[in-house]
């Protein structure tokens, strides 16, 4: 076993300002990130895809194991091979696995089995959850981890001006085959990125964010009675 060795922790962030005013940017931000399913083919250089990937690695981990795997496609032929199989299971979804309440929740959203956008983003980046090491051995809290890294990807992308969706075709396993993963990769999330169309038009009903009093509870140690018992009767 390795004894833990312990180093001073002086590599600390500085923010950039008051932490109020911090926040409020960072808010205004990001409420403007929007789910894109109309992008533009206008390139996005490599670079960027592997920016984004190194913020996104950032995330913490189990055990700091990092059981992730991104792969970043930009090739037309293998985009069709994704949107083909893609679609295929999309198609089922949407006449058969999916349930009439499923299906009523998605309506204001105007989806639909037809994912031309997997073909027009400049990028593809499937991202795989390492279900053992590349060493066979285990990993812990995956799609924990990997969903905060996906997470910040989101966020990298957008904050560097791209236009991203997290597409979940399910099920997902063709990814697999299709990007000549190994068995302990298991597909997590599909996303492209790139540039929002022109013309591109977004659900006005994913806008919508509940307020902050739903969210969000203060729950002290005060020694009052529950709530519900403090209503007049
Ligand atoms: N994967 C399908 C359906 C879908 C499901 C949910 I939950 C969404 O938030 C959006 C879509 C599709 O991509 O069309």
Redesign the pocket.
């Known amino acids: 076993m390795a004894a833990p060795q312990f180093v001073p922790f002086v590599d600390r962030y500085a923010p950039k300002g008051a932490p109020e005013s911090v926040l409020a940017e960072l808010h205004d931000a990001l409420r403007r990130r929007r789910s894109v399913r109309m992008f533009s083919d206008r390139a996005v250089p490599r670079e960027l895809i592997e920016g984004i990937v190194r913020v996104a690695t950032t995330a913490p981990s189990g055990a700091n194991l990092q059981p992730w795997r991104f792969v970043a496609v930009s090739d037309r032929a293998l985009k069709r091979r994704i949107r083909e199989a893609a679609e295929r299971e999309?198609r089922l979804?949407y006449a058969q696995r999916a349930n009439a309440e499923w299906l009523a929740d998605?309506e204001p959203?105007g989806?639909?089995?037809d994912k031309g956008f997997l073909e027009v983003a400049p990028w593809l980046v499937a991202v795989f959850q390492l279900t053992k090491r590349d060493d066979g051995g285990q990993t812990y809290y995956v799609k924990e981890s990997v969903g905060l890294a996906c997470g910040m990807f989101l966020a990298a992308a957008h904050l560097a001006g791209l236009a991203t969706l997290t597409?979940?075709?399910?099920p997902m396993n063709f990814l697999r085959e299709v990007l000549h993963r190994p068995a302990h990769e298991r597909p997590f999330l599909l996303i492209p990125v790139g540039y929002p169309a022109d013309d591109c038009v977004v659900p006005r009903a994913a806008l919508a964010r509940k307020p902050l009093e739903d969210v969000l509870v203060f729950e002290d140690a005060s020694d009052s009675e529950p709530e519900h018992q403090l209503e007049p009767r």
């Open positions: 999309e979804f998605l959203l989806t639909d089995p597409h979940t075709p399910s």
